[in-house]
């Protein structure tokens, strides 16, 4: 399997370098190919690659902002892929603080009403509830459902499924609610 990724990121570096020379460093096709270098790396599992890993998503981050905004589709997507791999990679504070940003970096108001947004506020949520901060989980939480409610409607299974989130958020106290909201989040997340 090593080799196999290995072989992967050796092709990946070489259709990075094909786009890096035949478009502009901060184009779509260049957020592209660096993304999919950042999955490779992240692809490995393995500590050496982190620092590299978390170079192309950076890349990749900055090319799409630069060619497309911040609001578009493929920029919010590839902030989703490198927030979570920095959630795993145990950069959490740094995966809720780039999120945090896109909000703020965001042209058009309507943007915060949306499933990118609601997805960005789930994330934004789980960081929360992994760093034990509950209150601040379950206030982003509940945005994200009211935004899943209107967009999909109260009987999707996402709006269901974090609505149960919050439903036993609720009805937990104390010390036992931190517990098992951690257990389910991570089932969930």
Known sequence: MKKIHEKSISYALQAHS????????????????????GKAYAATAEEKHNEAAERY???SLVAYKEALGMDHPQTISALKVFSKWLGLAGKRKQAYELLQESFKAQQNPCNYFNKQAAERLYIMGCICLAEEKISEAHQ??????????????????????????????????????????????????
């Open 18 to 37: 094909v786009s890096l020379a035949l478009y502009q460093k901060f184009s779509p096709e260049v957020g592209s190919s660096a993304l999919f270098l």
């Open 57 to 59: 998503f950076n890349e």
């Open 140 to 189: 982003l939480l509940s945005k994200c459902v009211q935004i899943q409610t209107a967009i999909y409607g109260s009987q999707h299974k996402k709006t269901k499924m974090i609505q149960e989130l919050l439903d036993m958020m609720n009805r937990l106290p104390g010390e036992q609610k931190l517990t098992k909201c951690l257990k389910q989040d991570k089932k969930q997340c």
